[in-house]
């Protein structure tokens, strides 16, 4: 930024009495243009308030403006500013005629302006009567005729010359009677008697006069004086006169000794000054309005929490334009009076800004260096900045704003600092919109519930705030037509409601009603395109930079042959008198990211990409400009003969930027994108052309495995072996099959049924393998044959932990025995189960990965949970929920509210549990998880267990049945058993189906056994016993950490029942009870 020397500025006057006149450092500075006259005339009749440009063009154009009036307008005023500060620096702010929205006002002394010093002379009080004549001569001495010159007939002008004239008038008055008052009545009676004949119908001048005339002894004059007036009013008006003029007449011819004498305090001469009419209310700016006393209350009581109990975090969320940013601003102004330390951060609003941008901005308010890259470290220079920030009585409070636009780095610091900083006073304010919330953000309010201290969902607004609302843009009063209409059209929306006030108040109520489209993107482009062509130019040139811009980027955009840098600072400040934009010397912003979003998606889709692409050209020589920011435009910008250039930046700032591999996926998709818009996907392609496309795919679906965007990812890898394929390159192939490097919790497939292209990949691909790509491979091949061909998936975890043991690796081997705890999980490994397990633990810790230790941690709980140590299992819930990073916390959150909802089960709250099931299953839905439909009737089948019948899901059982029976078999026979089918029961059940070994075989076996003890099969049911009891003294489903079925002692006693062993079934009755017995004190431990 370069350094301007700023000259001092000149002195201004503005003279209005009689003519226009400006004087700029003592010497006439001439305003040719009249209406540039007329422009200054209307703002100094606005008394130093704002002036609407709405106004002023009606008013200069008497209400018939053409149709660049605007644009006209902004000329005079550029003009004039020129004029008034010959010496002011470019792009700096102007300090005299101001850019302030809704328009423009002059901003002077007021003593620099004739007629404001002049009012404001007449206006002042003085008892005593040498000071009043003195004030009042200067007064007098200011008017030198009709104000506003040549102006003064206009219709905007007639109310002020009137009250001017009127003003002008009283301080003659006052000026004469303190004149008596000093004993110079020689001087009234020679000034008024003009001032008498030229105002015949104000009674006070005659009375002064005639007084006057008496105390020099011509008591005839007098009389006449009176005379004159009675006669006037009584002729032309048909009243009498007022009783002081008639006291004044009586005590005359009476020779009243008094009339000699100073007048009383209270005598009727003493006239006041008269009722000016009320100055236009100044424009209030939006931050502070809010309309949220209730609100803000609730807010204030949480800040005080926070100071006795330690971190609190509050989460305000609205649409867009529905007040969360207003009301955390007006939050912190208000904790900032009260000896709070404050930080805001903003996430930015549109790609390319680097890392965890929004806790930038939060340490570098609190006075700390920002250049950190790490999400870590980031994490604990907040935490130091928090502890160390002066405060004065209070605490922090940290706003993070727009928070559905964070990164995947943004929310792992906010766990971690929310971790550190638990004992702190430190409130943490983060809003967003509901609508635009994807599944990592809600996970992450999920994962702070035992610190959250309220979810504000802000309502509309009611009719008192729509009415202080309106008032803040000049809509004052409000009728109850308006007002209802206001309402309706806005739901109390406050942006939307704002901006249709401010439509109403410069162009009337029946514009508002019929014409504004109902929609707030709308109503914004509404008010853009009012705009000249040349501001909605720049505005898009700043739309395509972002939210905000840097002064020096729009020029460089501007087209040469459209005015230059002076042109562009004309369109800005017409933006910004709209209150469309925000400007300081060097950068410029929109008030609002719905408008830069509305007047982005605006331009046409060719103009944006050039426009972006000459941002692009622009910005690669600027040293200071961040490498994510090129990318944005390079990859928004590139076009066929481009897109090879771009590449070059695009997929360097994929690889260099610092951060989870989950926050690169768009960045990945871009280039994705570049390298088939450059024709790398095409047969006739250079090899490496082909060869570099894939390895762009294989990043990419490592980031949006990372992200948890399992469909995308299944689809971008096979996509990227089908290319691999047909390159003719087996490392390349082996690359895609194994790309899908990210700890894994549950299945990846749909229904988990086998992907044929994949697992054909997989099994042509495992004998040529060998060392690290062999392990890579054989946990690619447990994922993808898990549930299926069991196994193969058991032999392929075993094989993969031997390799990686010899190999010098450690994420590796945490790849490795991430497959192997996934399958050890179930009845043929249920002893090694826990020490597989531990091994994990050990494992994650050494090579600090951080999300290899939240899987770990939670297989741990699956551990504690077969062992129905539900404490136990809790704590390894939290501890995994502690360590994740965002590309895990999203599933770890689920698989917590899953576990959650178990313990509702167990608690007896199938209610409870079942809107649980029903919330999560919804929620993988919507992220597009191949685990939602297996789910979904898992949890069904849960709840429906303990209520006593799933004959209900009879139907959806028999589908899943059709095509994965192994995995669902019994569970379809119960079902057909509860619907009162048993004849299709016992035909199935006759087949003998083996139930899938994995990590539901406690559960499924429960149904089994249910099954064969209602069919009376007590060959297979002693079958079943035999293996069963092993799990004694176990609870059915409870080591899958989602689902319970009860003691398996439960099942076991009724297979013993069937076999006719009654002293088992006692037995079993009896260790049931045990175990129920055990389950109530977890329980009760938990709370």
């Not at 902004?74 to 102007?94: C, G, K, T, W, Y």
Request: glycine share 6%; hydrophobic share 45%; with cysteine.
């Amino acid at each position: 930024m370069s350094t301007r020397v700023e000259a001092a500025e000149p002195t201004v006057s503005v003279t209005m009495s009689g003519t226009v006149r400006v004087e700029v450092a003592g010497r006439p500075a001439e305003v040719k243009s009249r209406r540039e006259r007329a422009v200054l005339a209307r703002l100094v009749a606005a008394d130093g308030h704002v002036v609407s440009t709405d106004r002023l063009i009606d008013d200069l154009w008497n209400g018939e403006p053409p149709p660049k009036a605007l644009g006209g307008l902004q000329v005079h005023i550029s003009n004039l500013r020129r004029i008034l500060e010959p010496n002011r620096p470019p792009r700096s702010p102007a300090r005299i005629l101001v850019s302030e929205p809704p328009g423009y006002a002059l901003r002077m002394p007021r003593e620099s302006v004739d007629l404001w010093h002049f009012a404001d002379l007449v206006h002042a009080d003085d008892d005593d009567p040498a000071a009043r004549y003195e004030r009042l001569d200067a007064a007098i001495a200011l008017w030198h005729g009709e104000p506003f010159g040549s102006h003064a007939g206009e219709d905007w002008a007639r109310t002020s010359v009137a009250r001017f004239d009127e003003l002008y008038l009283t301080a003659r008055e006052q000026h004469a009677g303190a004149a008596l008052e000093l004993g110079r009545p020689a001087e009234v009676a020679a000034r008024l008697p003009e001032l008498c004949e030229r105002h015949s119908t104000r009674e006070e001048l005659f009375r002064l006069l005639a007084l006057a005339q008496y105390r020099l002894g011509r008591q005839a004059d007098a009389l006449q004086t009176l005379r004159s007036v009675r006669d006037y009013l009584a002729d032309e008006l048909g009243v009498d006169p007022s009783p002081a003029i008639r006291g004044l007449e009586a005590a005359i011819l009476q020779q009243d000794p008094a009339l000699q004498l100073a007048p009383p305090p209270d005598d009727p001469r003493t006239v006041p000054v008269p009722a000016v009419p009320p100055r236009t209310k100044p424009v209030r700016t939006g931050h502070e309005f809010a309309g949220r006393e209730a609100e803000l209350e609730k807010l204030a009581t949480h800040a005080k929490s926070a100071l006795r109990t330690g971190l609190r975090v509050v989460w305000i969320t609205a649409e867009a334009g529905g007040g969360k940013s207003t009301l955390a601003h007006l939050l912190v102004g208000r904790l900032r009076d009260h000896g709070w330390a404050t930080a805001i951060g903003h996430c930015p609003e549109v790609d390319g800004a680097p890392t965890a941008w929004a806790w930038r901005d939060v340490v570098d308010a609190l006075g700390a260096d920002n250049e950190i890259e790490d999400p870590f470290l980031i994490a604990r220079q907040v935490r130091a900045a928090c502890e160390a920030a002066p405060t004065a009585g209070g605490g922090v409070v940290v706003v993070l704003d727009d928070v559905h636009r964070a990164d995947s780095a943004t929310l792992q610091v906010l766990r971690q600092v929310v971790t550190w900083l638990a004992e702190q006073p430190v409130l943490v304010v983060a809003t967003y919109r509901p609508s635009e919330a994807e599944t990592e953000l809600l996970a992450t309010a999920a994962s702070l519930t035992s610190v959250t201290a309220d979810h504000l969902t802000l309502a509309g607004l009611s009719e008192d705030g729509i009415r202080e609302l309106a008032a803040s843009v000049g809509l004052d009063p409000v009728d109850e037509t308006t007002l209802e209409m206001l309402r309706r059209r806005t739901d109390g929306n406050p942006l939307f409601a704002r901006e249709l006030a401010r439509l109403v108040a410069s162009r009337g109520p029946r514009d508002a009603s019929t014409a504004v489209p109902s929609g707030v993107r709308e109503v914004l482009l509404h008010r853009v395109e009012r705009l000249p062509p040349e501001a909605v130019s720049v505005m898009r040139l700043v739309a395509i930079c972002g939210r905000d811009a840097d002064i020096d980027t729009v020029v460089a955009l501007h087209p040469d042959d459209a005015g230059g840098e002076d042109a562009v600072l004309d369109a800005i400040d017409t933006a910004v008198v709209a209150d469309l934009l925000s400007a300081s010397v060097d950068r410029v912003r929109f008030n609002h990211v719905l408008t830069r979003d509305a007047v982005y998606d605006s331009i046409p889709a060719l103009r944006r990409r050039r426009l972006h692409w000459r941002a692009f050209i622009y910005l690669r020589d600027r040293a200071e400009v961040p490498l994510d920011e090129l990318a944005h435009h390079a990859a928004l910008g590139a076009g066929p003969g481009t897109a090879v250039e771009a590449l070059l930046v695009v997929e360097t700032a994929a690889r260099q930027r610092f951060s989870l591999e989950a926050d690169t996926a768009q960045l990945w998709r871009s280039a994705v994108d570049l390298h088939l818009m450059a024709g790398h996907d095409r047969p006739s392609a250079a090899r490496d052309d082909r060869t570099a496309l894939v390895r762009a795919l294989c990043d990419l679906v490592t980031a949006l495995a990372h992200r948890g965007e399992v469909s995308e990812a299944r689809a971008r890898r096979e996509e990227a072996l089908l290319l691999a394929r047909s390159v003719g390159d087996d490392d390349l192939v082996l690359s895609a099959l194994t790309s899908w490097r990210t700890p894994t919790i549950w299945t990846t497939r749909p229904n988990r049924l086998l992907d044929d292209v994949m697992s054909t990949a997989v099994r042509e691909a495992l004998p040529g393998t060998s060392g690290a790509d062999r392990v890579r491979l054989l946990v690619t091949a447990v994922f993808e044959f898990e549930g299926n061909e069991q196994q193969f998936a058991v032999e392929s975890a075993r094989e993969a932990v031997e390799i990686a043991r010899d190999l010098d690796d450690i994420d590796l081997m945490c790849a490795a025995l991430n497959a192997r705890v996934y399958t050890s999980m179930g009845p043929d490994q249920r002893v090694e189960h826990p020490a597989i397990a531990a091994d994990f633990v050990s494992a994650a810790k050494e090579s600090g990965n951080l999300d290899y230790q939240a899987v770990a941690h939670f297989f741990r709980s699956l551990v504690r949970s077969g062992e129905t140590d539900l404490p136990g299992a809790t704590a390894e819930m939290q501890l995994a929920m502690q360590s994740a990073t965002s590309s895990k916390v999203g599933e770890l959150v689920v698989v917590l509210a899953t576990f959650r909802a178990v313990l509702d089960v167990l608690r007896g709250d199938l209610d409870q549990a079942d809107q649980t099931y029903q919330a999560i299953g919804m929620q993988l839905a919507a992220a597009g998880l191949p685990a939602a439909n297996e789910f979904t009737l898992i949890s069904h089948l849960c709840v429906g267990w303990h209520r006593g019948s799933i004959g209900h899901l009879v139907d959806g059982a028999r589908l899943l049945y059709e095509s994965a029976p192994e995995s669902i078999a019994w569970v379809y026979v119960v079902a057909l058993l509860d619907a009162g089918r048993d004849d299709e029961a016992r035909e199935i059940a006759e087949q003998d189906i083996p139930v899938v070994r994995d990590y539901y075989w406690s559960a499924l076996a429960a149904f089994h056994a249910r099954a064969l003890a209602r069919l009376g099969m007590a060959e297979k049911a002693a079958r079943l016993y035999e293996e069963l009891n092993g799990w004694s003294g176990a609870i059915a489903g409870l080591d899958s950490g989602s689902v319970v079925f009860g003691p398996i002692d439960v099942v076991l006693a009724e297979l013993a029942e069937t076999m006719g062993d009654r002293q088992a079934a006692v037995r079993h009755r009896r260790l049931a009870a045990e175990v129920e017995e055990k389950v109530r004190r977890g329980l009760a431990q938990l709370g």
